[in-house]
């Protein structure tokens, strides 16, 4: 597709476990964005990759949020050790750089139980 | 974290009516964008302003970038029922911070036939 794709687009997990989402960008675009939204939010920024270079991890909540892009196209957020507080929809975003707008996926919705 | 502020926070308004709505920050952003987001999907770009007093439109979609370049109005003429969902301004704030957005609270937009 065209599109910015996630997957899986639901997870559920038992407290404590580890989750491993994914993000495959559009296709040439070089900046890859995750965001957090809570129920009735706005998102909220946690990282941003310029191809495989993490540049800002300023907005991950702690250090169990962990994300990678290791050859600058697909990335993947782990949060490990889940907590209920977790539980959010995960948005991937990628643009072509600079302040070229932000195309976003359509989520991963996490619940951790 | 920080967001900006969307008002109303809802509406119900009356197909075909025009409808009005603003977003308004405490800072200065160089770049305003207007997202739609429907249930269960991610944000969808409508209109992307770049330059203080800019004025765009999209179809019945009209965006404006305030001359103080601390909001932006969005109007939809002559609503239709698809125009039902959330609205979202966002931005890079110019304060530092690069391109990661942030996003204002939303504004709820309802349609009633």
């Known amino acids: 597709g065209a599109g910015v794709s996630q997957s899986p687009r639901y997870k559920v997990a038992k407290r404590g476990q580890d989750v491993a989402l994914r993000c495959d960008p559009i296709?040439?675009?070089?900046?890859l964005f995750w965001y957090q939204q809570a129920l009735g939010q706005g998102p909220e920024f946690l990282t941003y990759?310029?191809?495989?270079?993490?540049?800002?991890k300023s907005g991950l909540p702690s250090d169990r949020f962990f994300a990678e892009r290791p050859e600058g196209s697909v990335s993947t957020l782990k949060i490990q050790r889940t907590q209920q507080e977790d539980s959010a929809v995960y948005l991937c975003?990628?643009?072509?750089?600079?302040?070229?707008?932000?195309?976003f996926g359509d989520g991963t919705r996490l619940s951790i139980l | 974290g920080q967001q900006l502020n969307q008002s109303p926070q809802s509406m119900f308004i009356q197909e075909g009516e025009d409808v009005s709505m603003n977003c308004t920050s405490s800072?200065?952003?160089?770049?305003w964008l207007w997202y739609k987001q429907d249930p269960g999907e991610g944000p969808v770009l409508l209109i992307a302003?770049?330059?203080?007093?800019e004025l765009t439109s999209n179809g019945r979609l009209t965006a404006q970038f305030g001359i103080t370049r601390k909001d932006s109005f969005l109007n939809i003429s002559a609503s239709i029922p698809s125009d039902v969902g959330i609205y979202f301004c966002?931005?890079?704030?110019?304060?530092?911070?690069?391109?990661?957005?942030?996003f204002g609270t939303g504004t709820q937009l309802k349609v009633e036939l």
């Open positions: 975003a990628s643009s072509y750089g600079g302040y070229q707008p932000q195309h």
């Open positions: 296709s040439g675009h070089v900046s």
């Open positions: 800072s200065i952003f160089n770049t």
């Open positions: 990759f310029q191809n495989e270079a993490q540049l800002d």
């Open positions: 302003l770049y330059k203080a007093g």
């Open positions: 966002a931005g890079p704030p110019s304060t530092g911070g690069g391109n990661k957005l942030t």
